[in-house]
C-alpha cells in the first residue's frame, strides 16, 4: 500500500483488533451511560431490522468485516460469504469466517479486486474510511461486483455520530486521529457524506438501494 494515510488506517485496525467490540457494545471507554446506550441500541435496532428484513440470499460478498457484527447477520441465509479485509487480527475474531460456507481474503480492498459476482455486497463502517477521491471508483467496483438485481448493504456513521467518538483526538478535515486504549494515537480517513452526496454517488455508480438515515447516528442502505 504506498498511502502512507491508508496504510496507517489499517495498522490502525489490526491493533485495535482486541478491543473493537467495545464500541460496539458499549464497554469500557465507550459506555455512554444508560441513556446514550439505548439511543445506540435503538437506532442500530432500526440498521438491523432493515438488514434482516432485506432476507440476504445466495453468494454475498461482505467488504471490510472486521469482527464480524455485520457477517453474523448475513451468514444465516446465505450459500456462500466471501469475506475481505486487510486485517488478519480483525478476520481472526469473526465468528463467521469458520463457517463452511465462508472464505476469508486478506487483502487490500484499494487493490483488490475478483471476477466473481455476487447477490449481495455488504459493507459496514467502512465506506467512510475510503478518501473524498477515491468513492467513486470503489462504489463502481461494488457496482461490477453484482448480478443483475443484486443488492446492497451500506451501514456508516452520521457526521455528528462520528465527532462523538471518546477515541477521537483531534480532526483534520477529512483525517482523523484516534487514541487506542494503550494511548498510541494513529490518524485515518473518516469522511461521513450527507445523505444527498451518497445517494448522489450511489445513482452515479450505477447503484439503486436508498440512502436513509436514523435519528441521529446512523446512515444506511438495505436493498
Ligand atoms: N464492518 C465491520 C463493522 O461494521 O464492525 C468493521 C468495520 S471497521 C470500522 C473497518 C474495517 O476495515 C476493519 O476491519 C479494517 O481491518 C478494515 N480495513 C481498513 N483498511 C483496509 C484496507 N485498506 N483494505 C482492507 N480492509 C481494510
Redesign the pocket.
Known amino acids: 500500500?504506498t498511502d502512507p494515510v491508508?496504510a496507517e488506517?489499517?495498522d490502525y485496525?489490526?491493533q485495535r483488533a482486541a478491543e473493537y467490540d467495545d464500541w460496539?457494545l458499549r464497554r469500557g471507554r465507550y459506555d455512554a451511560g444508560p441513556s446514550e446506550n439505548a439511543r445506540w441500541a435503538a437506532e442500530l435496532g432500526e440498521v438491523t431490522a432493515a438488514l434482516d428484513a432485506m432476507d440476504v440470499r445466495g453468494d454475498v460478498l461482505e467488504l471490510?468485516?472486521?469482527?464480524g457484527?455485520?457477517s453474523r447477520r448475513l451468514l444465516p441465509g446465505c450459500a456462500s460469504l466471501t469475506l475481505?479485509?486487510?486485517?488478519p487480527a480483525?478476520l481472526a475474531r469473526n465468528p463467521a469466517a469458520s463457517d463452511a460456507r465462508a472464505r476469508t481474503v486478506r487483502?487490500?480492498?484499494?487493490e483488490w479486486t475478483t471476477d466473481d459476482r455476487f447477490d449481495v455486497v455488504a459493507?459496514?463502517?467502512?465506506l467512510s474510511?475510503v478518501p473524498a477521491e477515491r468513492l467513486a471508483a470503489f462504489l463502481s467496483r461494488v457496482a461490477g461486483w453484482l448480478r443483475p438485481g443484486g443488492r446492497v448493504f451500506y451501514v456508516d456513521s452520521r457526521r455528528e455520530a462520528a465527532k462523538a467518538s471518546p477515541a477521537l483526538v483531534s480532526t483534520d478535515g477529512d483525517l482523523h486521529t484516534r487514541r487506542l486504549a494503550d494511548g498510541r494515537e494513529f490518524t485515518i480517513v473518516k469522511v461521513c457524506r450527507t445523505r444527498e452526496e451518497l445517494q448522489e454517488a450511489f445513482e452515479a455508480a450505477g447503484l439503486a438501494a436508498e440512502i436513509r438515515e436514523t435519528p441521529t447516528l446512523f446512515q444506511y442502505a438495505a436493498g
Open positions: 500500500m491508508l488506517q489499517l485496525y489490526e460496539w471490510a468485516p472486521g469482527t457484527q455485520w475481505v479485509d486487510g486485517s480483525m487483502a487490500d480492498l484499494f459493507f459496514g463502517f467502512w474510511h
